[in-house]
């Protein structure tokens, strides 16, 4: 019989709906429980991709026995991290702080006010390696809760009041001047892996936020160095086995140094990210690998992560069925020799197992190879190249599917909108801009109210019961205000404009400036989330110091301005000491200093061949965190174009920061010296 978790949205919650656990959501109700039972709560947090998590709910939450004495001791609450951001920050603070390190499935035990008193990841079903089994935990904390409540209790308040007392340092409240971003970029170059491109050792993973920081500082500063790395590291990603040879998009990290072997999720964030990273280092070089990479991985999320509503979907699994019916992390995407044979006979297996790097030994397991292009030369021939590709797609499109994660996620739709609103305008391809506006669309109409509160999550056009969180305004605002600059409409930046009011308003410290992960009338947790580093998205923190840029760039707005320089202060504390966890940050810094640029595109329509080739010309300037903003004069759809007149009847462009203005231009030439000067 179907537990609680039946009725729920989230497609982690809901593989869990069938288990004997007598599963709570997370909920004042559960705790309510406790109470009233006077039992400890087991809290385990997790998300639909995560290989763990599956093996773990096989292992323990589908047994039986395990389930009958978790009913019997405890109430048991399942979380998925990605619908509850701010529940799985907290409870991972304290993991951390307790065990030094932490990861998913999280497993935490609370008492009835949701206080932790012992931590933990994955428990094996029997003890293996030191570790103790699930069920050996469970009875220890069962007699302790029991047997010694007292110091249950005081543990579980002293880890509260630690937690409370780690205050994070802002700085001065100032943002990072050339000196602070110079010890950024020498930070970074001791631990840049010179061999093999990327930062520090395994487990490695995309460093997006990083490459975004080098590719500005080049901009600015001329710096080859910076651009080096973020070249040679986004070479180095895609020619290994994180990045997909077959049908694009990139896994979720690598468990090598070399990028050889991935942990095969794909998530939206990141393929949203380094798309838009890979078209920014095509538009710094005109790299034909980046031109690849930035298409293919927004072909990848359009054709497999976009839902029949219009938004994009949150991760593909790493598992899937090998054809025998069991299910193997990878199985979906690797190859051996003789599956090569199979698919291309005989001539043609042996070149692309050179061209990709398949051997009879393998590179991963049981003598199965992940695709790469070890060598740079390999096939000479780019039609037959293309044959092969195409073969080995259609023959792996009839393996059985990884899973995929349905849910949508209104930060990570903000990142997709604007990788592809970007990406489309580049490319000449405005089936992407399109798709980036109908994702926009979706999170208009079904996740914002009538107080443009945002709503987290949906799932198969229903939206879900948890409320956003600092990093849904801050990346739903700049993916808002990227489809501005592309398509010209003012809507966009108006609806940045209100999501940003709700930032100001709710999510910051009037006082210090510093930026909170729930807003101040979002639920009581032990402790209000914030943190300004860097996960595997931008935080929200530095996300929003951005768009609040951004957006006082288009309007002038002295209150967007004055917030976003008081919330990069963490950025100039922090930046020198550890940049590889706060590349954002550090990348909107870069456009601080640099003005950011404001431009204005006027021409008779919008259609008008020179008006958009001054408006592509505009966007493809590297200077960072530059605006752009087109129509015709007198428009009102961006305060940009006011008193912007035509010179001379032909289509004109104006640039200014820092309140001075170049002399208005009609030509493109000049347009883009002045924006790579």
Sequence with gaps: MPNRLAHETSPYLLQHADNPVDWWPWSGEAFDEARKRNVPVLLSIGYSSCHWCHVMAHESFEDQQTAEYLNAHYV?????????????????EAVQAATGQGGWPMTVFLTPDAEPFYFGTYFPPAPRQGMPSFRQVLQGVHQAWDERRDEVTEVAGKIVRDLAGREISYGDAQTPGEEELAQALLGLTREYDPQRGGFGGAPKFPPSMVLEFLLRH????GAEGALQMASDTCERMARGGIYDQLGGGFARYSVDRDWVVPHFEKMLYDNALLCRVYAHLWRATGSELARRVALETADFMVRE???????????????????????????????????????????DAES??????????????????????????????????????ERLLAARS???????????????????????????????????????????DLLVRLHLDEQARLTRTSKDGHAGANAGV?????????????????????????????????????????????????????????????DPTDNAAPSGWTAAAGALLSYAAHTGSEPHRTAAE????????????????????????????????????????????????????????????????????????????????????????????????????????????????
């Design 76 to 92: 048991s609450v399942k979380v998925d991290r990605e619908e509850r951001p701010d529940v799985d920050a907290v409870y991972m």
């Design 218 to 221: 080049h901009a600015r500063t």
């Design 305 to 347: 992560l976009r839902t029949n509503e219009g938004g994009f979907a949150s991760a593909l699994d790493a598992d899937s069925d090998d054809g025998t019916g069991k299910h193997v992390e990878g199985a979906y995407y690797v190859w051996t020799p003789e599956q090569l044979r199979d698919v291309l006979g005989e001539q």
């Design 352 to 389: 692309a197992a050179r061209h990709f790097g398949v051997t009879e030994e393998g590179t991963f397991e049981e003598g199965a190879s992940v695709l790469q292009l070890p060598v740079r030369d390999g096939f000479v021939d780019a039609g037959k190249v293309a044959s092969v590709r």
């Design 398 to 440: 009839e393996r059985p599917a990884p899973g995929r994660d349905d849910k949508v996620v209104a930060a990570w739709n903000g990142l997709a909108i604007a990788a592809l609103a970007e990406t489309g305008a580049y490319f000449d391809r405005p089936d992407l801009v399109e798709a980036a506006v109908a994702a926009a």
């Design 470 to 530: 600092l990093e849904d305004y801050a990346d739903v605002a700049e993916g808002f205000l990227a489809l501005a600059s592309v398509t010209g409409e003012g809507v966009w930046l108006e609806f940045a404009g209100f999501l940003l009011d709700h930032v100001l308003a709710r999510f910051t410290d009037s006082e210090s400036g510093a930026m909170f992960d729930t807003a101040a009338d979002a639920e009581r947790l032990i402790r209000r989330p914030q």
């Design 566 to 677: 008081r919330a990069l202060g963490v950025v100039k504390a922090l930046g020198p000491r550890v940049p590889r966890f706060i590349g954002w940050g550090l990348a909107v810094a870069e456009a601080v200093l640099d003005g950011p640029r404001e431009v204005a595109v006027v021409g008779p329509s919008f259609g008008d061949e020179g008006t958009r080739s001054l408006h592509r010309t505009a966007l493809l300037g590297t200077a960072p965190g530059a605006v752009v903003a087109v129509g015709v004069p007198g428009s009102e759809e961006f305060p940009l174009l006011s008193d912007r007149p035509l010179v001379g009847g032909e289509p004109t462009a104006y640039v200014c920061r820092n309140f001075t203005c170049d002399a208005p231009t009609t030509e493109v030439d000049r347009l883009r010296a002045v924006l790579s000067d």
